[in-house]
């Protein structure tokens, strides 16, 4: 189990962190954010269902087609949380050292005339506040890491629970 955990979280977590290395450098190249976040959480679901081949593969080749939901559950967990905290040291390591001014070229682009044109003024306020409060979060490595696994986690735990669900089999015969 241990094997499959680690190698499937690895392999997760190292196309999680190209594709977001690859997005954000497309986004600078570009100059604009735009459709940024939908990219970021299908590259996520995606780097994820490796974690479905990894319990499935468990269960198929060593656990004799059978693989309690609990057991799934934990797998799944643990490789969900080796594969985020890859993505939280390659986006840490790729923002401290590619891309510092990040969170200002986010609160320009999203705060820009062309964005808040179109919105209201509580609308502009409430963007504002929240790019502040990331300003906070990034003012300290903690407060990077802890954004980043809000970003990524609550994406692995759903894909856990699914992966649990849909792989969980009691007994051999029913397919």
């Known amino acids: ?36 976040m939908l990219v970021g959480y299908i590259a996520m679901i995606l ?6 081949v990894g319990v499935k593969n ?14 799934a559950l934990r797998m799944s967990l643990l490789m969900a949380l080796i594969s985020s905290t890859l993505y939280v040291v390659g986006w ?6 590619i891309f510092p001014d ?17 919105m209201s003024a509580a609308q502009v306020t409430a963007i ?6 990331f300003r ?10 802890g954004a980043t696994y809000m970003e990524i986690l609550p994406v692995g735990i759903l894909v856990a629970l699914v992966t649990a669900l849909v792989l969980k089999r009691k007994d051999r015969r029913i397919l």
């Open 1 to 36: 189990m241990k094997k499959n955990v680690f190698v499937y979280g690895l392999i997760s977590g190292i196309c999680v962190t190209t594709l977001m290395a690859c997005s954000i450098a497309y986004c600078y190249s570009k100059g604009s954010f735009d459709g940024s």
């Open 47 to 52: 780097s994820f269902s490796v974690i479905f």
């Open 58 to 71: 468990y269960r198929d080749q060593v656990g004799g087609g059978i693989i309690s939901f609990g057991k």
């Open 92 to 97: 840490m390591i790729v923002y401290y050292t």
């Open 102 to 118: 990040f969170i200002e070229k986010l609160a320009a682009y999203q705060l820009s005339p062309a964005k808040t044109s179109q």
């Open 128 to 133: 504002r506040d929240q790019m502040d409060m």
């Open 136 to 145: 906070d979060w990034y003012s300290t490595p903690l407060g990077v890491a």
